[in-house]
């Protein structure tokens, strides 16, 4: 099985850097996902790692350690509407498990002026 | 996007009653998925589908049932409705390396 954990809450302010972990233990691993998802919606793709290291795009970065079983996301020059919840999520790496996403179950960020 | 689309978005249903959630997607993705999402559990997989007829469990599937018929529908039943299945339900399929989700339906069992 998965199980994977991320802080329940922060708090940081507009402009700023803010870093969400996620660590997960899994029983097979193809890619570690993280997601946004504002209030009353879908959640929206922001990034994917499946090899160690640091992906950027924009102002949202995302790193892997898969030997530590850790990610984080790292958003930059924050800005209001980034106020949301993150999520982090893993695909099983098992042959034909359905290529299934197992979430964590959030981290709801707040950004104050 | 995936085109995905929920119907409906919204219900009320009373307690023992079967209710039919539909998924359609228009870009002839194989897999797809349904969850649902609760304050504390984050989203949870119910069922999913790697093609036509082709259905499994996920970790929360008592109490609800799948079935596809067509590539671009996938149709998720709660065979009698409880008060324990209120939630937000999304639909997802597989993009190439991501997944796209539909925009929820919102159950409440009263």
């Known amino acids: ?113 | 996007d995936a085109g995905i689309t929920q119907s409906p978005r919204h219900k009320v249903t009373e307690t023992g009653t079967p209710v039919t959630l539909r998924c359609h997607q228009t870009e002839n993705h194989r897999y797809m998925y349904w969850y649902r999402q609760d304050p504390g559990h984050g989203l949870r997989l119910i069922h999913y589908s790697y093609g036509v007829k082709d259905t499994d469990k996920g970790e929360v599937s008592d109490g609800y049932s799948v079935s596809r018929s067509k590539t671009e529908d996938f149709l998720l039943t709660l065979e009698s409705a409880t008060s324990s299945q209120t939630s937000v339900y999304f639909c997802a399929s597989r993009t190439g390396v991501g997944y796209t989700f539909g925009s929820g339906t919102r159950l409440t069992v009263v």
């Open chain 1, 1 to 113: 099985g998965q199980n994977i954990d991320q802080p329940t809450e922060m708090t940081a302010t507009e402009g700023a850097i803010v870093q969400i972990n996620c660590t997960y233990q899994t029983s097979g691993f193809n890619g570690l996902f993280w997601y946004q998802q504002h209030a009353g919606e879908a959640p929206t793709f922001l990034s994917y790692n499946v090899l160690d290291g640091l992906e950027e795009k924009g102002r949202f970065s995302s790193f892997l350690s898969r030997s530590k079983g850790y990610s984080y996301l790292l958003l930059k020059e924050l800005q209001m509407k980034d106020s949301a919840s993150y999520l982090c999520a893993v695909r099983d790496g098992v042959t034909g498990g359905g290529n299934k996403l197992t979430f964590g179950t959030g981290t709801q960020l707040k950004v104050e002026l």
